[in-house]
């Protein structure tokens, strides 16, 4: 006999126990994590990257200085804590990868988690290779006088005027002139180093969330040694005034400027590794009974700490290359041209360059390293759980098979136009589609779900009621936020031509003569670029739309969200059931007093 509305309702907001077989705590057969600190490293891993480094503080300087921090600040408040919060209070409340726990609100949503999967293997495939490059320098700087430094490899008089960056195109890429050229094929040592990425990776996911905790405990502590090293070195270096008043100097009228709105949005959602799906897996292996209130807010914190952090020792060093070199902090840019140029020439005027050079790029990997397996983790659950893609197969020879497949597919970005390539990868399947998702989610989780709902979930699983900030942010602002960053990303594509930094070398003549010198032209990419960059964003959202169609959501189901009434059963699955053995086990209560299946 079906409840009545009245009756469940009272349920859920004395956030009662309701044996619905939907929710258990991990058996000890299954996976779980060792301990709660492995989960918190693991997601602090996961989220502090390579872009807290190389990114964030080149948003900082050029968008106002300290000024930047009112915006940045804020849009973590409204946008990237709520979509945190809900990411990991979904997988901590469903008990699934991305794909189980949204079609468990509804079955429309499953696509949202294909494309979490989608989206995470090209990050996957790509961002190993960032790592290969990190290993390279790590190997170079053991010598007593790294290669960078100098020009001994080289009778090219375009070296002298700017080493480290002749060295990372000429050497390390071996890079072509042009994306339609590949060069001389696969550069080997490149080969080499992203096999060995592609195994040390392998290695803290093999064994699942066990070994990944175990992991992380090195990976995810280790850079913050290796940041307080160099932020002291830096600090303590003549000129290092000059980069922490350009980062730091408020330039109060950029805050009139939307675009600087728009980058500290689209930095605060990317830099959390939302959207990837992966906090949703490491948070399902957490004990029902978890805190997930406090973990959310600790991460997120922990990541903008270690953005500004990173900032300082930055902009540190670089001041201190200005004052010795001369080039402008103007003149740097984000990504690789402050990691593997200006940083590494900075490094090569210190003194004990091999060691502050070590310890830079050993920094780099372990951010590196901890973010590539936390995603690939974070893949594998659904995969391996949700899809059961790999049948009864051991995890270990699942990891592996996927591992070789990626570390094929990653052979592209050898050759010479491989860092272009890349570019491609970086800049269409993980930015618009992560946005999408994200959208999806956050209406999801405060319409479809419904914030009641939500709110007597956190009740259950922390014994305290949802904070009304969390609310409001989730029903109303955050996805107001996302749409707005969304709709101006798809202006911004259509308005813009997508053009690429093409390495040509200088004019030896120019060289010669000290005229003004560049190694780099900006080229628009060709048509057959434009279309691989479409085709990876269609693949990736696809699933949302198709899912979205075939099982939409009925006219009834639809006012229900709207009117907020949709009211589900709120409580814990017995221990004695296995993990995600049963979806069907959600009901959505009517005004026509009816009970429905929301998954079919």
């Not at 918190?40 to 996961?46: E, F, P, T």
Request: overall charge negative; aromatic content about 12%; some cysteine.
């Amino acid at each position: 006999m079906a409840k009545s509305k009245e009756s469940v309702d009272i349920e859920i907001r004395k956030g009662s126990l309701v044996d619905t077989g939907d929710k258990e705590e991990p058996k000890e057969e299954e996976e779980a994590w060792g301990n709660k600190t492995q989960f918190i490293l693991a997601c602090i891993g996961l989220a502090v990257g390579l872009g807290n480094v190389w990114r964030f503080p080149y948003l900082l300087q050029k968008n106002g200085g300290g000024a930047f921090l009112i915006p940045y600040f804020l849009m973590l408040l409204i946008e990237g804590l709520p979509m945190m919060y809900v990411e990991m209070a979904i997988g901590q409340y469903f008990r699934g990868g991305s794909i189980v726990s949204w079609e468990k609100i509804h079955p429309s949503l499953k696509g949202v988690g294909m494309c979490c999967v989608a989206i995470s293997s090209f990050l996957c495939i790509y961002y190993v290779m960032v790592i290969a490059w990190i290993i390279n320098y790590l190997w170079v700087s053991l010598r007593p006088v790294p290669p960078y430094a100098g020009c001994d490899y080289t009778e090219d008089v375009c070296c002298t005027h700017d080493k480290t960056l002749y060295y990372w195109y000429t050497v390390v890429l071996q890079a072509s002139p042009s994306i339609d050229d590949g060069g001389d094929g696969p550069a080997w040592h490149l080969v080499v180093f992203l096999i060995l990425a592609w195994i040390v990776t392998y290695l803290c996911v093999f064994q699942g969330v066990k070994s990944t905790g175990k992991a992380a405990y090195f990976a995810a502590t280790f850079p913050y040694v290796c940041l307080l090293i160099l932020l002291i070195r830096g600090v303590t270096l003549p000129g290092a005034d000059i980069g922490l008043k350009a980062l730091f100097t408020p330039k109060w009228e950029r805050l009139g400027d939307p675009r600087v709105w728009i980058a500290a949005a689209t930095q605060t959602f990317f830099s959390l590794s939302l959207g990837f799906g992966a906090l949703v897996a490491f948070a399902s292996f957490m004990p029902y009974k978890n805190n997930v209130t406090h973990d959310a807010i600790l991460v997120a914190l922990v990541n903008s700490f270690t953005s500004v952090l990173a900032g300082l020792c930055i902009y540190a060093i670089l001041g201190f290359r200005s004052s010795v070199t001369g080039v402008s902090i103007d003149e740097v840019e984000a990504g690789t041209g402050i990691t593997f140029v200006a940083i590494t020439e900075a490094v090569t005027q210190m003194d004990g360059t091999p060691f502050f050079a070590f310890v830079f790029f050993f920094m780099l990997f372990n951010l590196g390293i901890s973010s590539q397996f936390g995603t690939l983790a974070g893949l594998m659950t659904p995969l391996y759980n949700d899809l059961k893609l790999f049948g009864t197969a051991r995890k270990e020879l699942c990891v592996a098979v996927l591992a070789i497949v990626f570390l094929l597919i990653g052979l592209i970005f050898t050759p010479g136009n491989g860092e272009y390539i890349l570019q491609l990868f970086n800049n269409y399947p993980v930015t618009m589609p992560l946005l999408v998702v994200g959208i999806t989610e956050i209406i999801a989780t405060g319409w479809i779900f419904g914030i009641e709902n939500f709110d007597a979930a956190i009740r259950d699983m922390t014994g305290a009621p949802c904070p009304l900030y969390f609310k409001i942010c989730i029903k109303y602002i955050s996805p107001a936020v996302m749409i707005v960053l969304l709709a101006w990303l798809l202006v911004y594509s259509m308005i813009n031509v997508e053009t690429y930094g093409a390495f040509v070398n200088c004019n030896p003549d120019d060289a010669l003569q000290n005229k003004t010198i560049t190694f780099t032209e900006n080229k628009e990419l060709p048509q057959w670029a434009r279309v691989m960059g479409g085709l990876m964003i269609l693949i990736c959202v696809l699933p949302v739309a198709v899912y979205g169609v075939w099982k939409h959501m009925t006219l009834d189901e639809i006012k229900q969200a709207i009117r907020g009434r949709r009211v589900y059963e709120i409580g814990e699955k017995p221990k004695s059931t296995s993990r995600g053995a049963d979806v069907k086990v959600n009901y959505a209560v009517h005004d026509d007093g009816q009970q429905y299946d929301t998954v079919q």
